[in-house]
């Protein structure tokens, strides 16, 4: 099951691999036309490189994230829910789905832009090169050539090289990102225990709509989504490991409530624990 990993650290970069290749192709929305396949969440990581016009994210309540055009990659981490209107010109893309392993495990990319379960949008440098990535993965994808899927690898492994690098060189850039990452990090190592607004503010030495405001702004979701998404990730983990009862498992990642865990549960990942349990 996933586990959350830094891209910088030089151990993950050693040990990541494509396990699969999912999907590899060339896509359009007509304006207004809604895509909902993942309004209740991918189980798989992707990238979206536009062609033409523009596209609408929106999370899974209904809010607007970004608007995407040409010179902007989109990455959609594993359990994102989201979903994707055509703007007013419509909007072809090319998409890549595809799942990463380390250490024979399923992973999710974790760094810099990406702290969470949602997709987030990077105006990237060589916008060409990302397009000439993709045009080579869609064309070798699915056919019979000798190679194609190593090809097809091959190409993810620059986008994500690429991808993560522009991120680095954008987000870093920020004093205010560099800020946040401290409440981003104290989120990480105590979000199984009640983690208050004030004491995040304080971390970040400003007031709590503040931090909430930019966190949301850099982050891409309030600290308290954040802190959900990390207990549900670790929880799924806990139920695969099949050592401990639904209950056990809501204990162990901070809820009180086993009710108000299942139905957090289950409207993050599209299933009920005990249903998740059966599906693995």
Do not use: W
């Not at 560099?178 to 190592?189: G, P, S």
């Not at 949301?216 to 308290?224: D, H, K, T, V």
């Amino acid at each position: 099951m996933p586990k959350n990993q830094n891209i910088t650290d030089m151990s993950f970069e050693n040990s990541i691999e494509i396990t699969e290749v999912l999907l590899a192709h060339k896509c359009t929305y007509r304006s207004g036309e809604t895509c909902t396949v993942y309004s209740k969440g991918r189980n798989f990581c992707g990238f979206v490189c536009p062609l033409h016009g523009t596209a609408i994210y929106r999370n899974s309540e209904g809010e607007e994230m970004f608007t995407v055009g040409i010179g902007e990659i989109v990455y959609l981490p594993e359990m994102s829910r989201y979903t994707v209107e055509g703007g007013e010109k419509g909007f072809t893309h090319y998409t890549v789905n595809f799942l990463l392993g380390a250490d024979g495990d399923n992973i999710t990319l974790n760094f810099a832009p990406l702290f969470g379960d949602m997709p987030v949008k990077i105006a990237v440098e060589d916008f060409d090169g990302f397009k000439t990535l993709f045009s080579k993965a869609v064309s070798a994808f699915g056919t019979n050539m000798f190679g194609a899927t190593l090809l097809v690898k091959a190409q993810i492994f620059e986008m994500i090289h690429q991808f993560f690098s522009d991120a680095i060189r954008t987000k870093g850039a920020n004093g205010e990102y560099d800020v946040l990452v401290k409440a981003k990090q104290y989120i990480e190592d105590h979000f199984c225990e009640n983690i208050r607004a004030k004491d995040l503010s304080h971390i970040c030495s400003m007031s709590e709509t503040n931090l909430r405001r930019k966190f949301r702004e850099y982050i891409g979701q309030p600290p308290l989504d954040y802190q959900i998404g990390l207990r549900i990730r670790r929880a799924r983990e806990l139920l695969l490991e099949r050592k401990y009862n639904v209950s056990e498992v809501a204990l162990l990642v901070g809820f009180d409530d086993v009710n108000y865990f299942s139905r957090l549960f289950k409207k993050r990942v599209g299933v009920s624990p005990q249903v998740f349990e059966k599906m693995y």
